[in-house]
């Protein structure tokens, strides 16, 4: 018997043309790479755009914590300098109640604030550490009045003119942490 054969698929030395369907599996493989490619590569910068708003929220969670910790800190370091100026002021205290006041409450509060201004430092941006600095120098104004008696005592000394003295430089230097913060918030949260 006689065998059919489909004359279109017959080349000229009677085998199969092969060359479209070929080139037809080349461009669909060409057409399948490139979505795949391009499918990855969106992928690709979908996952690093992710990554990048990750890391600006974690960086700015830092900053948050950084910040809160400073403000904590800085009222912490008021509230026990005004303990050791009024222990220092106050007639009645002997040198060994300054010193423990200095010891047991002013010294850690000012290791704290310490620790915050540097951790802020690190994660702020460039203004902020302008604005750091200045918050750093009244803290240490504020820090001079309230240990300049403690080996002293009030002998000799203006308590009222003292006193006026330390509150201004506290209002100073919390205003300088607010303005501080103001800018953080504007500028990095």
Do not use: C, W
């Amino acid at each position: 018997m006689a065998q059919k054969r489909d004359k279109a698929s017959d080349g000229a030395d009677g085998r199969p043309r092969q060359r479209g369907a070929t080139s037809a599996a080349l461009v669909g493989a060409l057409i399948g790479a490139l979505a795949g490619l391009t499918g990855s590569t969106l992928a690709f910068f979908e996952a690093k755009d992710t990554h990048s708003s990750e890391a600006a929220a974690r960086r700015a969670d830092i900053r948050r914590a950084a910040y809160v910790e400073l403000s904590a800190s800085t009222n912490r370091y008021v509230q026990q300098s005004t303990r050791l100026l009024q222990t220092s002021l106050d007639p009645a205290k002997t040198a060994d109640d300054r010193q423990r006041v200095l010891d047991d409450a002013y010294a850690p509060a000012n290791t704290e604030l310490a620790q915050a201004l540097t951790t802020v430092r690190l994660v702020t941006t460039d203004e902020g550490r302008r604005d750091l600095e200045r918050v750093g120098a009244l803290s240490t104004r504020v820090g001079e009045l309230a240990t300049a008696r403690v080996t002293h005592g009030p002998e000799g000394v203006d308590a009222d003119k003292t006193a006026s003295a330390f509150t201004e430089a506290v209002d100073r230097q919390l205003a300088a942490l607010q303005a501080f913060l103001d800018r953080a918030a504007r500028d990095a949260l």
